[in-house]
C-alpha cells in the first residue's frame, strides 16, 4: 500500500463550488505539506504543518484553507472554488528525524479541473 | 527571476548516451540541494541530495558549484526508463522555517 494517498485522484467541478482534498499518511511523520503543480510554474507551497497544532501559510495560500484533524490526515479545502486553480495538487510528508529529514515524500496527486 | 531556473527541454538522447542538466539558483544563502524525478502524471520523487563535494549514485553524479550558483546533474549510460522530468530544488530559509523551491523540471527522452 502506498504510504501517502491522496483522495480523491481526479475531480471535475465547476465554479463557486466548494471542494475538499484530502491526504492520508502512514508514514508516521510528523510534517505535512500541500502543493499544486502548473505547467511552466513547477511546485508551489500552498499551506503546510509541522504538528496537529500548527498550520502556516505557504506562498499561495489565498483561496485554500487546510485542516490537520491527525498526525496522518491533512486535508485541502478551496471554499469557493475557480477556474485559475484548475491544477494537480500533491500533498507531502516529511521526517526532520530523519538523515535526510528534507526529503518530501509525495501523494500521487489530485488532478482538479474547475469549470 | 525565478528562484531556481531549469532548460524545460526536452533533451532527446539516444540510449547510452551521457547526458547533463544545469539548474541556476538566485539565493546565494540556499543551503542544500536535491534533484527529484518526476514520471509523467506522477508524484516526484528524490533523486539524490547534492553535497558540496559532488556525489555519485551508479550512473547519477551531481555537483554544486556555490561561485557561480548552480548544480548540475549528470546521467550516463541513458535508459529508456530514465525518461522523465527532473526538478532540481533548493532549501532556503522563510523567516524561520525552511523552504523548498523547485525548478520548473528538465524533461529528458531517452530514445533507441
Known amino acids: 500500500d502506498a504510504d501517502v494517498t491522496q483522495t480523491p485522484r481526479n475531480r471535475i467541478t465547476k465554479t463557486g463550488k466548494r471542494i475538499m482534498l484530502e491526504c492520508s499518511q502512514t508514514?508516521?511523520?510528523?510534517?505535512m505539506y500541500w502543493y499544486r503543480q502548473d505547467p511552466g510554474l513547477g511546485l508551489r507551497l500552498i499551506y503546510y504543518?509541522?504538528?496537529?497544532?500548527?498550520?502556516n501559510k505557504g506562498e499561495i495560500s489565498d483561496g485554500y484553507s487546510v485542516s490537520r484533524q491527525a498526525q496522518a490526515k491533512f486535508s485541502l479545502s478551496l471554499e469557493s472554488a475557480i477556474p485559475n486553480q484548475t491544477a494537480l495538487y500533491f500533498c507531502?510528508?516529511?521526517?526532520?528525524?530523519?538523515?535526510?529529514?528534507?526529503?518530501?515524500?509525495f501523494g500521487p496527486g489530485t488532478r482538479l479541473t474547475v469549470l | 527571476r525565478k528562484e531556481v531556473e531549469q532548460d524545460p527541454g526536452p533533451f532527446n538522447v539516444p540510449e547510452g548516451a551521457t547526458v547533463a542538466f544545469n539548474c541556476t539558483y538566485s539565493?546565494?544563502?540556499?543551503?542544500?540541494f536535491f534533484w527529484y524525478r518526476q514520471d509523467c502524471r506522477k508524484e516526484p520523487k528524490l533523486l539524490m541530495s547534492?553535497?558540496?563535494s559532488g556525489n555519485e549514485d551508479g550512473r547519477f553524479t551531481a555537483q554544486l558549484n556555490r561561485a557561480s550558483q548552480y548544480i548540475s546533474l549528470l546521467i550516463r549510460d541513458s535508459k529508456l526508463s530514465d525518461s522523465a522530468t527532473y526538478l532540481c530544488?533548493?532549501?532556503?530559509?522563510?523567516?524561520?522555517?525552511?523552504?523548498?523551491?523547485f525548478g520548473t523540471g528538465t524533461r529528458l527522452q531517452v530514445t533507441l
Open positions: 507531502a510528508t516529511s521526517d526532520p528525524n530523519y538523515r535526510e529529514g528534507n526529503t518530501q515524500y
Open positions: 508514514k508516521g511523520h510528523d510534517r
Open positions: 504543518s509541522f504538528d496537529v497544532k500548527d498550520i
Open positions: 539565493n546565494s544563502a540556499s543551503q542544500s
Open positions: 547534492v553535497y558540496s
Open positions: 530544488v533548493a532549501l532556503g530559509m522563510a523567516g524561520t522555517a525552511s523552504k523548498l523551491t
